[in-house]
């Protein structure tokens, strides 16, 4: 035997060995009474049994081992003919054509069963019958398989159509095996040899079987019912078994390199095998790779596509891993994506205001500020039907989302695939989209099922924790009326002292002193008021009503004001917008984006302030070429109370600004990057006289 061929075939058989030997003891070790157990064992027995006497002669070329070796393998093929026909044996009540067909079957494999043992006795004792003793244990070998394939036939026709699903496996395995050993016994039969490349790797391919008859003995009630096969131990195993497959190949490939390279084939066989090492390695860290292998085993077979205990504790625990709020968006989505090997996805969630949804988070996904009213076709079909909407399906069969109009961003959102819903109780929190799947995964009912509750869970994790910011921020606004009311304290000195310097003006008059003291007295309250006031901001809603206000005065007011303090803004206005609401609180939320763009912009920077009227809004654009804010920032921090990027800021500003435009049904939005500057928009209503009363035009008769 040449000493490459030597190797695998060692190789082989001793894998065989290994797989069955290890494969019987599992089995033992959980034992259940019953025909078809007790055959299941017998036959993995004996097949260990062969692989390791087959190895045994590999290794010593023993005359017995090999004696053996082809006994055991008559023996374990009479073991598969056993099981087989036991999987088929009638009941008592079966019809007596059942009966009869199943005992001509049972005849038929003892006969070869007793002629193979007889062939194998005329070789061993140099005797010929007829037919030459080794062209009688070729024929012989030859009818056994081809009857094993009849079994496995009779076997797959026969079984019950809801038991098809869990025989499949073991008729793959076993059908396969049959085959190769139905050409390795023709071909030696036409050609008078055995195929020695055929016959070396004849024990990997019979290994093949074990993993295919476990995920069979696992799906089968009336096997042993204490062996449990996941889907991560099948994945690891058929993830085995194709790597040592591929490493058999090319070792194979890199024998016949060496052999037919001439001078060369050892620099060849070392470059082939180098390069193999290198592909394996980048499959084997191939998510993409890795995804693929998941779906074809948890496809064809499992009998659902999910181990639904390991997926909910991956989950679970990827939801219960995070220190924050942002923090807990991007778990969200990470877990639903693994769930459908998706690489990226984005997350929306309703704004405080219940009025649109704003991305709150991102995975490998590019940062949008777009927002999705929450009265939108998109909301209201989720909130209806409670969907998982796939975006290819829609695409292709619009007509199966009735009422759905998807809008332009989401039509047009990079690699964009599923939209699940994450809902609390009624109510819809967000929405997260996934982007398109490292594979093809089959959207059923299984994936839209599994996505829809783990949906319902991630919307009452992240349900939670809005509720615990919500009562965060109460409690800083507790803290903040507490500071007010240090305020107010010191004010009511500033009276005081004011009060007692009046009481005594009218006696001192005339005392130059007592005006320089006066005057240094108003100095030092006035200053001290406006510190207090730079610390206490007025968020008090006002009791008139919105009332119409031009917008260019108001910009106006705001230049000249800025440019007496030094500084100056560029300002564009096109024509006189009237807009709708009060007219200091508009100022001052004009007059506080102006200063924080001021604040960011050095003073040889631009601050600019546009207005200009689109459709039924008025829109201010403020912006400078200033520090800007990152995406993490905008995303996260920015309008939420005691939120700043100054260092003295309190953070209320940007949130009373935010939440005082919206309750006038108007917009904010932000546009900003680091280093380069920001851009800040304002939409506000416009105001209508003729749809408005008399009493809120603001004239007076």
């Known amino acids: 035997m040449e000493a490459a061929i030597e190797t695998v075939s060692a190789w082989s058989y001793g894998l065989a060995g290994f797989v069955f030997a290890a494969f019987a003891i599992f089995h033992a070790s959980g034992w259940r009474t019953g025909l078809q157990s007790r055959a299941l064992f017998l036959v993995v027995a004996l097949s260990a049994v062969w692989g390791i006497t087959s190895l045994a002669y590999v290794l010593t070329e023993y005359s017995g081992f090999l004696i053996g070796s082809l006994l055991a393998d008559l023996l374990r093929y009479g073991g598969w003919f056993w099981f087989l026909l036991v999987l088929q044996m009638p009941e008592r009540s079966a019809p007596l054509a059942s009966t009869r067909r199943w005992n001509w079957l049972a005849s038929i494999g003892t006969s070869l069963l007793m002629v193979g043992i007889a062939a194998q006795v005329m070789v061993v004792s140099n005797i010929a019958f007829l037919v030459p003793a080794q062209r009688l244990v070729l024929l012989d070998a030859l009818g056994i398989t081809v009857f094993a394939l009849v079994l496995v036939e009779q076997l797959l026709r026969n079984v019950s159509p809801d038991l098809r699903w869990s025989i499949k496996p073991l008729c793959l395995g076993v059908g396969g095996a049959v085959l190769f050993d139905l050409y390795l016994f023709s071909d030696a039969l036409l050609f008078n040899r055995i195929d020695a490349d055929a016959f070396s790797i004849r024990g990997f391919v019979h290994a093949l079987v074990v993993p295919l008859v476990a995920v069979s003995s696992s799906r089968s009630r009336d096997w042993k019912k204490r062996l449990v096969l996941s889907q991560r131990a099948a994945l690891q195993s058929a993830t085995l078994v194709a790597v040592g497959v591929y490493l058999l190949f090319m070792s194979a490939a890199g024998y016949y390199v060496r052999y037919f390279g001439g001078e060369w ?33 948890g496809k064809h077979f499992f009998s659902y596509r999910y181990d639904y205990r390991e997926e909910w504790l991956r989950f679970t625990n990827t939801l219960s891993a995070q220190d924050g709020f942002s923090e807990m968006g991007q778990h969200v989505i990470k877990g639903l994506s693994d769930m459908v090997e998706s690489p990226a996805g984005s997350l929306w969630l309703k704004a405080p205001s219940g009025d649109f949804y704003a991305q709150a988070a991102c995975w490998n996904m590019p940062v949008s500020s777009v927002t999705e009213d929450a009265n939108s076709s998109l909301c209201r079909f989720l909130i209806e039907s409670g969907w998982i909407i796939n975006l290819e399906e829609y695409r292709s069969a619009p007509r199966r989302y009735e009422k759905l109009e998807i809008p332009l961003w989401l039509a047009e959102f990079p690699n964009a695939w599923l939209v699940v819903p994450l809902a609390t109780g009624s109510e819809m929190i967000g929405f997260v989209i996934l982007a398109t799947a490292r594979t093809r995964v089959e959207v059923n009912w299984e994936v839209n099922d599994l996505l829809k509750t783990a949906g319902r869970q991630a919307g009452a994790f992240l349900g939670q924790m809005q509720a615990a910011e919500a009562l965060l921020e109460v409690r800083k606004f507790d803290a903040f009326n507490r500071m007010s009311a240090f305020v107010v304290h010191d004010l009511k000195n500033i009276v005081a002292q004011l009060s007692l310097m009046l009481k005594n003006a009218e006696r001192h008059r005339d005392n130059p002193e007592f005006q320089q003291d006066m005057l240094m007295t108003v100095e030092h309250s006035v200053e001290r008021m406006r510190q207090l006031m730079m610390q206490l901001r007025e968020g008090a809603t006002p009791v008139n009503s919105p009332r119409g206000i031009d917008l260019g005065a108001v910009i106006r007011r705001i230049q000249s004001a800025k440019t007496r303090q030094g500084r100056e803004v560029e300002i564009e206005l096109t024509e006189k917008v009237i807009a709708k609401g009060h007219e200091d609180r508009v100022e001052r939320v004009i007059g506080h984006v102006v200063q924080n763009a001021l604040d960011a912009t050095e ?52 949130y009373e600004s935010f939440q005082y435009v919206h309750e006038l049904g108007g917009k904010v939005s932000v546009d900003s990057e680091v280093n380069v500057g920001t851009r800040v928009s304002l939409l506000l209503p416009l105001f209508e006289v003729a749809a408005e009363e008399p009493s809120k035009i603001g004239v007076s008769v």
């Open 603 to 654: 003073s040889d920077g631009r601050v600019w302030v546009k207005l200009e009227r689109q459709r039924e809004h008025a829109l201010v654009v403020v912006g400078d070429t200033g520090h800007g804010m990152s995406p993490e920032f905008l995303r996260e921090r920015l309008f939420k109370p005691f939120q700043t990027t100054k260092p003295a800021g309190m953070g209320i500003g940007a």
């Open 265 to 297: 084939g050892r620099a060849f066989q070392i470059a082939l095998l180098f390069a193999a090492l290198l592909l394996l390695g980048i499959l084997g860290l191939s998510g993409s790779m890795r995804a693929k292998f998941r779906v074809i085993i």
